[in-house]
């Protein structure tokens, strides 16, 4: 079975940085590219990142360019994203899903960023 | 990249057809055939319904269909059910280096 485990939200201040991770397991995780998508309180869904089986391309929405890094360590099936100089708008549920041709076939229950002083 | 337009809400009885449509660009709906719609139903995590414009992933009811004119997108929920009412997302390629959502569509039985 699939799984992915989002993790590391939390309150964090403006400016200040925060680290999520999402734990794959049930497939074979170097594969696949994956993705973050993002989804502020009542709003609609926000693609944020992507990145290829070995790291080697990575895209980023415009808004987060420059603050945010997506990473992998396919050693322990793990997806990682490093959220700096955040802001309020930043504030979201964060999901990370499997990115399998152009759809993403499974989502993580995703972890709440919550950019406030 | 902007949004794909969807219809804020679409409703219908149990036993009807609604369609949802997601219009977009020439830079994305129209060029790919990379159209995916999700379902989400409150504070769950959003589910793949169709994928490639029309295609089901297992397990998803063929009540669902999906479908593609130019620049627009749809998706067709046949037999409408209570279980149907959720939000309804499309998505898009957009190019190899960025891809977009619709603004969401919720779905009223």
């Known amino acids: 079975e699939v799984q992915l485990v989002e993790s590391g939200g939390g309150l964090v201040q403006p400016g200040g940085s925060l680290r999520l991770s999402c734990a794959a397991s049930?497939?074979?995780?170097?594969?696949?590219?994956m993705t973050w998508v993002r989804q502020a309180p009542g709003k609609g869904l926000e693609w944020v990142a992507n990145?290829?089986?070995?790291?080697?391309?990575?895209y980023f929405v415009d808004s987060v360019k420059g603050r945010f890094t997506i990473s992998r360590d396919n050693a322990k099936n793990s997806l990682y994203l490093q959220m700096n100089s955040l802001r309020a708008e930043d504030t979201a549920v964060y999901y990370c899903?499997?990115?399998?041709?152009?759809?993403?076939?499974?989502w993580g229950q995703g972890t709440l960023v919550t950019v406030s002083s | 990249q902007s949004a794909l337009t969807q219809p804020a809400s679409v409703s219908g009885s149990p036993g009807q057809s609604i369609t949802i449509s997601c219009t977009g660009s020439?830079?994305?709906?129209?060029?790919?055939?990379?159209v995916s719609w999700y379902q989400q139903h409150p504070g769950k995590a959003p589910k793949l319904m169709i994928y490639?414009?029309?295609k089901r992933p297992s397990g998803v009811s063929n009540r669902f269909s999906g479908s593609k004119s130019g620049n627009t997108a749809s998706l067709t929920i046949s037999g409408l059910q209570a279980e149907d009412e959720a939000d309804y997302y499309c998505y898009s390629c957009a190019g190899s280096d960025t891809e977009v959502f619709g603004g969401g569509t919720k779905v009223t039985v």
């Open positions: 490639e414009v029309n």
């Open positions: 990145i290829k089986q070995d790291g080697t391309e990575i």
């Open positions: 020439s830079s994305d709906v129209g060029s790919y055939n990379f």
């Open positions: 049930g497939f074979s995780f170097s594969t696949f590219w």
């Open positions: 899903a499997r990115h399998s041709w152009y759809a993403f076939d499974y």
